[in-house]
């Protein structure tokens, strides 16, 4: 039986996005290169107000989740 659905989905995206950025001292080596990626990528995830992400150069999508049927009739 052929019936009309309506359901949320959940996408999850994967972006590559270049902006300059006024890194931590803390982040940052002898040599003024970032040493700590893991650090400053959870420091990035815990200050969004410190970068604008704008237009993606590179977007893919990685996966779609449906989440819920809101309706079917």
Same mark, same amino acid.
């Given at each position: 039986?052929?019936? $009309?659905?309506?359901?949320? *989905? %959940?996408? $999850?995206?994967?972006?590559? *996005? %270049?902006?300059?950025?006024?890194?931590?001292e803390e982040f940052l080596d002898e040599d003024g290169e970032i040493g700590d990626e893991d650090g400053f990528c959870e420091w990035l995830n815990d200050n969004p107000g410190e970068w604008e992400l704008s237009e993606p150069f590179f977007e893919e999508i990685q996966g779609t989740t449906v989440l819920e049927i809101l309706n079917a009739y």
């Open positions: 039986m052929q019936k $009309t659905v309506k359901f949320s *989905v %959940e996408r $999850t995206t994967e972006a590559e *996005v %270049e902006l300059e950025l006024t890194v931590p």
